[in-house]
């Protein structure tokens, strides 16, 4: 069931894919053009830039994994299994919705996140133009807490974990499936960005992912 929670997370760090190129794409297009331009090496760099941001979601999935072992300590084990698993269900129906366009709600999560970027984004700005490796990890480490709906809805998924490691290697998962999509927009920036913003694209990224969070209700009634 781990295993299976893990691979889930990867498909939905790859189908959201067509989220991150398509509504955040201005921004990391931008940047992935900027270190093209900047330095002969641009696909390293963006490779050390995609691994800062894994990174931090592989800590922000660690300190989530760790909220929910201690809201599990006031519920039965099993109880608070079950709940935390309905909740993860809810919210990857939620992200489907949201990543085919039908119901924006996540967008008023991203918000919330608002507050924290304010103060950590111009952190991120003293290494423009990136000219080394260590200089885009850290990048990287600062932009992986951008407000976004996507990763805030499987940071929640990721209380339900059960622990520390498992929250850490759910968004590890996760940052490693939206890979692929943000590293081949740094060769095509342009014409990726336009073919993700189909419509028919991003519905059959959404249905792909509320069947995954239907499974987990699934999952829910048969344990």
Do not use: D
């Amino acid at each position: 069931m781990i295993e299976f929670g893990y691979l889930s997370a990867f498909l939905v760090g790859l189908l959201g894919g067509v989220h991150c190129v398509g509504m955040c794409g201005g921004i990391v297009s931008a940047l992935t053009i900027s270190l093209n331009k900047q330095h002969s090496s641009g696909f390293q760099l963006h490779l050390a830039y995609s691994f800062g941001r894994i990174l931090s979601y592989a800590l922000a999935g660690a300190m989530m994994g760790g909220l929910g072992i201690m809201l599990a300590g006031f519920l039965p084990v099993q109880v608070a299994q079950h709940m935390l698993l309905a909740l993860a269900g809810v919210f990857m129906i939620l992200l489907g919705l949201y990543l085919a366009g039908w119901w924006t709600v996540l967008t008023r999560i991203e918000k919330l996140g608002g507050f924290l970027w304010k103060r950590i984004e111009p952190l991120g700005r003293r290494y423009l133009p990136v000219q080394h490796w260590n200089q885009a990890v850290i990048l990287g480490l600062v932009w992986g807490w951008i407000p976004c709906g996507l990763v805030y809805s499987v940071l929640i998924w990721s209380v339900s974990a059960g622990s520390v490691l498992q929250g850490s290697l759910l968004m590890l998962a996760f940052g490693l499936g939206t890979l692929p999509n943000l590293l081949a927009m740094g060769m095509v920036a342009e014409k990726m960005i336009q073919h993700v913003r189909r419509p028919a694209v991003r519905q059959v990224a959404g249905m792909l992912v509320i069947l995954m969070g239907c499974y987990n209700f699934y999952m829910v009634i048969a344990w």
